[in-house]
T-cell receptor, first 113, second 113 residues
Framework: KQEVTQIPAALSVPEGENLVLNCSFT??????LQWFRQDPGKGLTSLLL?????REQTSGRLNASLDKSSGRSTLYIAASQPGDSATYLC????????????FGTGTLLAVQP | SQTIHQWPATLVQPVGSPLSLECTVE??????LYWYRQAAGRGLQLLFY??????ISSEVPQNLSASRPQDRQFILSSKKLLLSDSGFYLC????????????FGPGTRLTVL
């Protein structure tokens, strides 16, 4: 059974700092891994999608890496801003036809101005 | 462009009452549709998914049900709510099962008293 863990559960950093969020998964047989952002009381916004054949994806100040063999992914946020404050969720898509996403419980990020 | 709507945004219901949450997608046809629940302190859990009208698959046994009466409409229902049904319900859609990210709606906050 696939399990996804995110560390740390919460993180507070001063504005301008670079930071790394971690995601680990127990079954390396995945199709892809995604990082989402969730603002309080809101839906999820997709940030980056990494296919199993890829090593990393970049979008603006965000860079996500994937090491499928070790069951790990990181989300790197450069030059953090208060507007980056949110919960960050990673999710892996396993095998089968359902496109079922298994989510971690998230990292709550607070960027202090 | 595609948009996804959910209503109501918030709902407070007594135990034992019925439930109907609605999700609609605009700007696309024949989407895959998903219902997730996010309970306090827990990650998102897939409840139901649908690949077409009238085609519903259940991921977790529970007192909830789902229906897809139209191509872009997905409904989550219950005949009698339980306290444990409280949570944040998210609807999502995508086109390609294997590679596409999922696009989430704004969510419905359900509190069962």
């Amino acid at each position: 059974k696939q399990e996804v863990t995110q560390i740390p559960a919460a993180l507070s950093v001063p504005e301008g700092e670079n930071l790394v969020l971690n995601c680990s998964f127990t079954d390396s047989a995945i199709y892809n891994l995604q990082w989402f952002r969730q603002d309080p009381g809101k839906g999820l916004t997709s940030l980056l999608l990494i296919q199993s054949s890829q090593r990393e994806q970049t979008s603006g100040r965000l860079n996500a890496s994937l090491d499928k063999s070790s069951g790990r992914s990181t989300l790197y946020i450069a030059a953090s801003q208060p507007g980056d404050s949110a919960t960050y969720l990673c999710a892996v898509r396993g095998g089968g036809a359902t496109n079922k996403l298994i989510f971690g419980t998230g990292t709550l990020l607070a960027v202090q101005p | 462009s595609q948009t996804i709507h959910q209503w109501p945004a918030t709902l407070v219901q007594p135990v034992g009452s019925p439930l109907s949450l609605e999700c609609t997608v605009e700007g696309t046809s024949n989407p895959n549709l998903y219902w997730y629940r996010q309970a306090a302190g827990r990650g998102l859990q897939l409840l139901f998914y649908s690949i077409g009208i009238g085609q519903i698959s259940s991921e977790v046994p529970q007192n909830l049900s789902a229906s897809r009466p139209q191509d872009r409409q997905f409904i989550l229902s219950s005949k009698k709510l339980l306290l444990s049904d409280s949570g944040f319900y998210l609807c999502a859609w995508n086109k390609e099962l294997s590679t596409d990210t999922q696009y989430f709606g704004p969510g419905t906050r359900l509190t069962v008293l």
